[in-house]
C-alpha cells in the first residue's frame, strides 16, 4: 500500500494523528503516521527526541519514536502477539511509512537485512518497547 493509501485508511478509521508526547516538532513527520498506526493499537509513547547520541538524537526532529504498553510487555519482548503484530504491520509497510528498522525483543528487522535476526548489541530494553527508526531525509 502507498502512503497515500495507509494515510486515507488511517484518517477514514482514526481521525487525526496522533501528536507525540513531546510535540510534531519532536518526530520527523515521515514518521507521524507509523507513529499514529501504533497509538491507536493501544500502545504508549515512550519518548521521541532526546538529547542524547543514536536516532533518538538526531534533531529535533528525530527520526525515531518507541512504543509500549502499560503493562511493559512483562519481559516478553517478542513473545508478545500485540507487540509483534504491530512490528510485522510496520515491516509490512516500511517503504510507505519510511522505515529503516524495526526492534522489538531481542530481534532486529532492516532494510539492510530484511528479515528477523538476532539483535547482537546486548542490548535488552526492547524486551519492554518497539524501537521504529525512519529513513534520514
Keep these: 500500500m502507498t502512503y497515500p493509501e495507509l494515510l486515507r485508511r488511517y484518517k477514514r478509521k482514526h481521525g487525526a494523528l496522533v501528536e507525540p508526547r513531546q510535540g510534531f516538532d519532536s518526530l520527523h ?6 507513529y499514529s ?13 532526546v538529547n542524547k547520541p543514536g536516532d533518538h538524537g538526531v534533531g529535533p526532529p ?5 512504543l509500549g504498553r502499560a ?3 512483562f519481559f516478553k519482548g517478542w513473545g508478545y502477539l500485540k ?3 504491530l512490528a510485522k504491520l510496520y515491516v509490512a509497510n516500511y517503504r510507505s511509512l519510511s522505515i529503516n528498522y524495526v526492534i ?7 532494510r ?6 538476532p539483535l547482537t ?10 524501537h521504529v527508526s525512519g529513513i534520514h531525509h
Design 104 to 110: 522489538l525483543g531481542r530481534r532486529i528487522w532492516s
Design 29 to 34: 513527520k515521515s514518521l507521524w503516521l507509523a
Design 121 to 130: 548489541t546486548g542490548d535488552t530494553s526492547h524486551d519492554f518497547h518497539i
Design 112 to 117: 539492510s537485512k530484511p528479515y528477523w535476526h
Design 37 to 49: 498506526m501504533g497509538r491507536k493499537r493501544g500502545f504508549t509513547d515512550l519518548g521521541t527526541y
Design 71 to 73: 503493562d511493559r510487555f
Design 83 to 85: 507487540a509483534r503484530r
Design 62 to 66: 528525530c527520526y525515531a519514536f518507541d
